[in-house]
Nanobody
Framework: QVQLVESGGGLVQPGGSLRLSCTAS????????MGWYRQAPGKERELVAA??????????NYGDTVKGRFTISRDYAKNTMYLQMNTLNPEDTAVYYC????????????WGQGTQVTVSS
């Protein structure tokens, strides 16, 4: 069973930055897609950023509300995915979840436990 462990959440003022980390228990080369989703109170879970494929050829996809502010990246040596979040605003307040999937006969989906990000003055 693959485990994803997030870290880096917290309280930040509007306009500030945070970097989330997601460390996987399996090699990231085994994943088809990795990404970040978030869920705010009373709202559905939404895509923040995702990356499909390996290394420098990976294709990135961002939610419309975070384009130009957030950046997804991976460090294969550390088996860790990151989400750099800049120019945060209160609407970014949510629980952020790490996501990964594998294609072995069927699609296997994995989620992290979530990390809270609160943007408030």
């Amino acid at each position: 069973q693959v485990q994803l462990v997030e870290s880096g959440g917290g309280l930040v003022q509007p306009g500030g930055s945070l970097r989330l980390s997601c460390t996987a228990s399996a090699s990231m080369f085994s994943f088809n897609t990795m990404g970040w989703y978030r869920q705010a109170p009373g709202k559905e879970r939404e895509l923040v950023a995702a990356i499909t494929g390996d290394g420098s050829t990976g294709k990135t996809n961002y939610g419309d509300t975070v384009k130009g502010r957030f950046t997804i990246s991976r460090d294969y040596a550390k088996n860790t995915m990151y989400l750099q979040m800049n120019t945060l605003n209160p609407e970014d307040t949510a629980v952020y979840y790490c996501y990964a999937d594998q294609l072995y006969g069927r699609l296997h989906i994995y989620w992290g436990q979530g990390t809270q990000v609160t943007v408030s003055s």
